[in-house]
């Protein structure tokens, strides 16, 4: 089951939050909880009631291990090295087990047998949110736990599949706050809009964008040259179908938490306006490169001992966050290819002496929003090709080697122009993987869009757990800022309407795979 499913959308979050509200109103708080966590097991045994019961034995592990280290004395560090060994090293089986005996056998020419063990659905989320989990409460910074409530944190399913990582300390006082789990009119509206427009990013946006990124991606992995204008195309609509798949998945976790009274932090933040590589991620998976940084990045040592050192932290990070995305060597260069972007960017600026003074006028795009878009879609490239061969098929095109080719149809509509650029090397055939200048002018809008346009957190002045830290996501004005009002409501009907008319095309949300 996916969020959008109508078996998610029309049967299962109706029940799950109109008996959550029920209990919560008429019975306890105890019982609405309990609603709650049951609804969060249905979610996940709907794939796998094996899967769900070795998740729950494994959290109930992490729950003991987690209650020794807040309370016991002897051995802490030891039982928190065994926790996170035991975490990483189930994640290691059923993730990278088979892509290790795969190379074992294409190095040293073995004949190891793989296991085509069946990856639990998020279990790359789980682990990282149980290791921070183990890491604070060795540091003795958890509050308010439970081991009832532990469960709850751990199996809420609007970010049981794909995140956000969310901290313990985000989560459990909002399960003790029952004022604010009450909810009213309003709230609902709000929680229920963002989720309207998360799922038309998914099924109207994102889910259009996979069959032209497809259809380009699967060429090249069968050895079809792919031509100049169908590769850049075909990497611009996969950027724009990852972003605005990851983006929807984000609105509807955050929408449908709401609809339950609880906040889950921002988890992205219009990525593609970043003006350098450190910009691009702290806007992207933003839970994500926090977990990074305060469990990886500063215990390696952070920027603590010189550029050199910094540089080389930076790209190992990102080297170990490209292989948590997927067992597959394009995976791993992906991850190196954005370290050494990292490490060059914390160099250029630890050269200039920092960052670079804000100018005085705001400016809507600059060279800086160009390349750091330019390198960051030249790299999901590899993060989508099926194998090396195929990346390699993608960037040769990206750059010319296979040719430009136009449809057929308009050498006639070009005239003396297309004989020209016929005898100049352009080939002229039947349009298969190249959409023509409709497909170039969609493209070309959707780009408008994440550029200029404002971003859901900003539509809604939502600012997640942390006031704090994300109040510059909500501007002070927005001529379109939403409100709980008449045409704000038949906008989101509308949109609502047309989504349920296309969820039946499918298409699994892609962090999924993760």
Known sequence: MVFSQYEFLLVFLPLAVGGYHFLLNRVSDRAALGWLVAASFAFYGYWSWLHLAFLVVLCLANAGLGLYLLHGRAARKGVLVFGIVLNLGLLGYFKYFDFMVANANAL????????HVLLPLGISFFVFQKIAFLVDAYRRSVANFTVSGFVLFVFFFPQLIAGPIVHHREMMPQFQDRLARRATLQAFAFGLSILIVGLTKKVLVADTLADQASRVFDAAAAGTPVALLEAWCGMIAYSLQLYFDFSGYCDMAIGIALLFGFRLPVNFNSPYKATSLVDFWRRWHITLSRFLRDYLYIPLGGNRHGAAR?????????????????????????????????????????????????????????????????????????????????AATMYRGIVGLNGIALPESYLGHLGALGRHLAAAGVAFAPAQLFGGVEQLLGLAALLAVVFIAPNTQQWFRFRGTDRLRSAELAPRRIGLAWRPNVPTGLAMAGLAVACLLLVARGGEFLYFQF
Do not use: I
């Open 108 to 115: 040293l020419k073995l004949d190891l047998a793989p296991h």
């Open 310 to 390: 910094h540089a080389a932290t930076v790209f190992v990070v990102m080297l170990l966050g490209g292989l948590w995305h997927g067992a597959g060597w394009t995976f791993v260069l992906w991850g190196a290819v954005h370290g050494a972007g990292l490490a060059a960017n914390h160099l250029w600026r630890h050269w200039r002496g920092g960052d670079a003074k804000p100018s005085r006028g705001r400016r809507l795009f600059s060279a800086g929003h160009l390349s750091t878009f330019v390198f960051v879609a030249l790299a999901w490239v590899l993060f989508r090709a099926a194998d090396l061969d195929a």
